[in-house]
């Protein structure tokens, strides 16, 4: 049984020789990179956004489905196993109680050889991201099951005081001799994810920089006084060292601390890494990027004393578009459907062929992004509701204060056809939404006849999906519910198509379910693609 005894503030773990395991059974393996960049996070995010997260920073791109044969294709080649990344490793956090109980509901994702930084992610993906860390290397047990000693197997991968305390040595040579460390002078901060590990991976990297195989003669202060300065601020410390524990057996959950067995993932940042050009970029931070200015919903003026300019959201919507049309996935996919042989994407040039229709338009959020990001020529705002005045007066947008389904409006629509992008953000049922969209194109095709077309091809499709919520469970039902009946929407929008260029059209459609960072937890977004067949 492990002795324990007290120097200074430490407590200090003494282990029995037998239960010591050999460090020498321990490998300190780096984590691969990339082109000399660092790809390998920690991250606490909230458990609603953890699969949002980890795909964006993996980039496993939602899949294309083919409506002609249910072929699952991509830009990107993704695949519906590249949600079972095991790239992403998710470690659960206890309850948490007294002055964290606000961490409730949050976990740790481990984020392996990642296409882009947590910084990089969009504000409203950040927000939900409370800490991150930096991580370079992984300390695991490096005696073969079947080459071991039974000795060996039941000391060396089951044992965490040993992994943690061969992890710690390896942290405190590469302080002193990778990154100059200076007892002296410099501050240390250690992040230990779960918390309650903190104590004992403190204690093995003050063990080792008191009494590891280092000479004496380069540690200051005493051993009773604990060598290494520890601080609570990320500013006022010099390093900052990342230590992530992850449980590997199957049973993690019915093992015992003493039994389980653990990859410890871990990595060493200065400052300016872990703060200015990581954490400053989370959470309320992020929140601050995120510039809303409200509209009052009678007269549609700024509710603000100061006008704001046209372009800033007067919605939340508005990140959910946005995030579409940021999308390089979709980007791609729509280049390619325009010019194969595309080489830079320009966003504004991809949908611009014709006007845009948005379907609930109100306050105009999502008519500001076909505005101001897409530069469509001409925009159909449909909503009973009122449109803010500084979208209503913007060049090109035409406001109809009519039901989509209404005879009024589909006349008005006939006029600004043909279409080329539909969106469609507004809090109606997805059957009774799919019906007002497909009466209100046919109606529109029926008033053209043969004088214009409808639609522009490529045409792009963008829909948020809205379910009842309950659970997560129950989302998920509705969603697999929802997919026969979207693919009959999409047909029908195809036909109508078809109909209305008058010339036997071999159309094709992809279209891809999504889970946008500004989409509720009851919410999904739907983006199709009509496109000619070549």
């Avoid at 990027?289 to 603000?304: A, P, R």
């Avoid at 372009?311 to 049309?325: G, N």
Wanted: charged share 20%; with cysteine; proline share 4%.
């Amino acid at each position: 049984m492990a002795n324990r005894k007290y120097i200074g503030m430490m407590d200090v773990i003494t282990l029995p020789d037998n239960e010591r395991g050999d460090p020498a059974m321990y490998s300190h393996e780096p984590l691969p990179t990339t082109h000399h960049q660092q790809h390998h996070y920690a991250l606490m995010c909230h458990k609603n956004e953890s699969d949002r997260i980890r795909d964006a920073m993996l980039q496993s791109a939602d899949c294309w489905f083919d409506l002609s044969n249910n072929d699952v294709t991509s830009s990107n080649a993704s695949t519906p196993e590249s949600k079972d990344d095991k790239r992403c490793i998710i470690v659960s956090l206890p309850e948490l109680k007294g002055r964290r109980k606000d961490r409730q509901g949050y976990i740790c994702l481990v984020i392996l050889r990642g296409a882009m930084s947590p910084a990089h992610l969009v504000p409203m993906a950040r927000r939900q991201i409370s800490w991150a860390g930096l991580l370079s290397h992984r300390t695991f047990c490096d005696v073969p099951e079947e080459n071991a000693t039974s000795s060996a197997r039941e000391t060396a991968p089951n044992n965490f005081h040993s992994i943690i305390k061969s992890a710690g040595l390896e942290l405190w040579r590469q302080l002193l001799h990778l990154h100059g460390f200076n007892c002296d002078v410099d501050f240390l901060r250690i992040d230990v994810q779960p918390k309650t590990f903190n104590a004992e991976a403190c204690n093995a990297l003050q063990c080792a920089a008191a009494t590891g195989d280092i000479s004496a003669d380069s540690i200051s202060g005493s051993r009773e006084d604990g060598p290494i300065k520890l601080t609570h601020s990320a500013t006022n410390a010099k390093f900052i060292v990342t230590i992530v524990v992850c449980p590997f057996s199957p049973n993690s959950n019915e093992q015992s601390h003493q039994t389980q067995k653990y990859n410890i993932y871990w990595g060493i940042s200065n400052s300016n890494q872990h703060w200015n050009d990581l954490n400053q970029r989370m959470n309320d931070n992020a929140t601050k990027e995120i510039i809303l200015k409200t509209t009052d919903s009678v007269t549609g003026l700024d509710t603000s004393k100061e006008i704001a300019a046209p372009e800033i959201p007067v919605s939340r919507a508005y990140y959910k578009l946005a995030q579409v049309f940021n999308d390089i996935d979709n980007l791609k996919m729509i280049s390619c459907l325009r010019d194969s042989n595309a080489g830079d994407i320009h966003v504004e040039k991809l949908l611009s062929h014709a006007s845009g229709l948005d379907i609930g338009a109100s306050p105009g959020g999502w008519t500001q992004v076909m505005h101001t990001k897409l530069k469509m020529p001409t925009i159909a705002a449909v909503d009973p509701g009122v449109l803010a005045h500084r979208v209503e007066t913007m060049s090109g947008v035409h406001h109809i204060r009519e039901d989509i389904s209404s005879k009024e409006a589909i006349q008005c629509l006939a006029m600004c056809a043909p279409f080329s992008l539909i969106v469609c953000d507004a809090c109606v049922d997805v059957a009774v939404l799919f019906e007002k969209i497909v009466k209100a194109v046919e109606g529109c095709s029926s008033i053209l006849e043969s004088s214009r077309r409808l639609f522009a091809w490529p045409l792009c499709l963008v829909l948020t999906l809205k379910f009842p919520y309950k659970s997560s469970g129950s989302i998920d039902r509705h969603v697999n519910r929802a997919k026969e009946t979207i693919t009959a929407f999409l047909r029908e929008i195809a036909r109508i198509g078809r109909i209305s260029d008058r010339n036997e059209l071999a159309l094709e459609v992809k279209y891809k379910i999504c889970h946008l960072f500004a989409n509720s937890v009851a919410e999904r977004c739907l983006v199709a693609l009509f496109y000619e067949k070549k």
